[in-house]
T-cell receptor, first 109, second 115 residues
Framework: GQSLEQPSEVTAVEGAIVQINCTYQTSGFYGLSWYQQHDGGAPTFLSYNALDGLEETGRFSSFLSRSDSYGYLLLQELQMKDSASYFCAVTGGSYIPTFGRGTSLIVHP | DAGITQSPRHKVTETGTPVTLRCHQTENHRYMYWYRQDPGHGLRLIHYSYGVKDTDKGEVSDGYSVSRSKTEDFLLTLESATSSQTSVYFC??????????????FGPGTRLTVL
């Protein structure tokens, strides 16, 4: 089976940098994804890492270490609109992603 | 935005009644998924489909059935709704499975309340 651990809540101030960690266990590994979900909305895709290292997309970056079964999402220059829930999802041998329980990011002015 | 809709968007029903939720896509994606989202549990997979008439169970499939008779439609049925099935249900689609084709696009969700 597959399981993931991520913090339930993270708080930060506007303009700061925040890192949301995700550790996973899986049989076989194909990739780690990140999704954002605002209150009352649908999850939207942010990034996908299949290989070790950092992937950058604007203010958001995602990192993967397959040897440590670990990844993180890095958000820079935080804005109020970044307040949302962030989910990591691991794709293992079944090719179907399993989602973590989500991290609620609260950005304060 | 990916063309994916869900109907109804909100539904209130009584325990023991059957309920069917519909997911419709216009992207011709092969994979379709049904998730439920509950506080503290994130997104949990109910069932998924990898083609017309091809479906498989997810981690929380008990009490749910699905059907996919056309590429564009994926139905989720609660044969006899229970209060524990009160939740927000999301449909998602993806071009394929594994690799970057695994990127999922989500519908707007259906809020179901079982009294």
């Amino acid at each position: 089976g597959q399981s993931l651990e991520q913090p339930s809540e993270v708080t930060a101030v506007e303009g700061a940098i925040v890192q949301i960690n995700c550790t996973y266990q899986t049989s076989g590994f194909y990739g780690l994804s990140w999704y954002q979900q605002h209150d009352g909305g649908a999850p939207t895709f942010l990034s996908y890492n299949a290989l070790d290292g950092l992937e950058e997309t604007g203010r958001f970056s995602s990192f993967l270490s397959r040897s440590d079964s670990y990844g993180y999402l890095l958000l820079q220059e935080l804005q109020m609109k970044d307040s949302a829930s962030y989910f990591c999802a691991v794709t293992g041998g079944s090719y179907i992603p399993t989602f973590g329980r989500g991290t609620s990011l609260i950005v304060h002015p | 935005d990916a063309g994916i809709t869900q109907s109804p968007r909100h539904k209130v029903t009584e325990t023991g009644t059957p309920v069917t939720l519909r997911c419709h896509q216009t992207e011709n994606h092969r994979y379709m998924y049904w998730y439920r989202q509950d506080p503290g549990h994130g997104l949990r997979l109910i069932h998924y489909s990898y083609g017309v008439k091809d479906t498989d169970k997810g981690e929380v499939s008990d009490g749910y059935s699905v059907s996919r008779s056309k590429t564009e439609d994926f139905l989720l049925t609660l044969e006899s709704a229970t209060s524990s099935q009160t939740s927000v249900y999301f449909c998602a689609i993806s071009e394929g499975a594994g690799g970057s084709y695994n990127e999922q696009f989500f519908g707007p969700g259906t809020r179901l309340t079982v009294l």
